[in-house]
């Protein structure tokens, strides 16, 4: 029977194996809800432990850990800790830090080096650390997805989705998604600019999530980490069975 790692986030829920060297396996990947984990559940073995980071609301985490704890032997669900696994996080109250964050910058301080740890997804977030494993803090922000969309739902002629990044479009929907777009590369840039001069030294851009491929053909300088809040969630997994005492 094996531990599974489960990201429970606002829009999609992600899973994999953790393997016997306390890596990532396969990554799957299904849209929201407890309901899709039950249509693709038979994909899923029965397991020993199920490793439960979620963002979601209470009542749809509530579905999932039932959801899990009907095919594995213990569910756990992940907390954010102030110091765990060399991370010192920046937030006097750790639990009103987002546990994908927290997950992510376990995983970028596993990696070396100081990072700036950019997520894509229904939020923009973005995080420094530095080389020592100590947050100083981020931003949060709205997404290009959901700039898009909330444009649409106060004007309805404008498209929700759609067109390409120009520097100057000449359509409606390119100038949106190149003004939302354009809007997430300028706050990463910036962040990339104060955390080279708060460190003193240039931090590695890593970018994770489901909106983070629009964004790479424009910042060529990241690093693409598409499991990065998985492998927070495996680090989480070995500093929690550490030899104590």
């Not at 429970?8 to 890596?23: E, H, M, T």
């Not at 649409?152 to 939302?180: H, I, K, M, N, V």
């Not at 809007?183 to 909106?211: C, K, M, N």
Request: charged fraction near 20%.
């Amino acid at each position: 029977m094996s531990d599974w790692l489960f990201d429970l986030g606002n829009s999609r829920f992600k899973a994999a194996p953790l393997r016997d060297d306390g890596q990532v396996g396969a990554v799957r990947v299904w849209a929201h809800g407890a309901e899709r984990l039950e249509q693709g559940g038979a994909a899923l073995p029965d397991g020993a432990t199920a490793w439960l980071a979620s963002v979601a609301s209470p009542a749809l985490t509530a579905q999932v850990v039932d959801a899990l704890a009907a095919r594995f032997a213990r569910v756990e669900l992940i907390r954010v800790e102030a110091e765990c696994a060399g991370v010192r996080i920046a937030y006097a109250d750790p639990a009103r830090f987002g546990v994908d964050r927290f997950l992510a910058l376990l995983a970028a301080h596993a990696l070396g080096g100081p990072a700036l740890v950019v997520g894509v997804g229904t939020a923009l977030t973005i995080d420094l650390l530095d080389a020592s494993g100590r947050h100083h803090g981020g931003r949060i922000a709205a997404s290009p997805t959901v700039m898009r969309q909330a444009l649409q739902a106060r004007a309805a002629q404008l498209p929700a989705s759609g067109g390409r990044y120009s520097e100057f479009a000449d359509d409606t929907a390119d100038a949106l998604a190149s003004g939302c777009d354009g809007a997430a590369v300028a706050l990463v840039e910036r962040s990339l600019d104060q955390g080279r001069r708060l460190l003193g030294t240039q931090p590695v851009l890593l970018l994770h999530g489901g909106g983070a491929p629009d964004l790479l053909p424009l910042l060529p300088q990241a690093h693409p980490q598409p499991t990065l809040v998985l492998d927070g969630l495996a680090a989480w997994t070995r500093w929690a069975r550490r030899p104590r005492g």
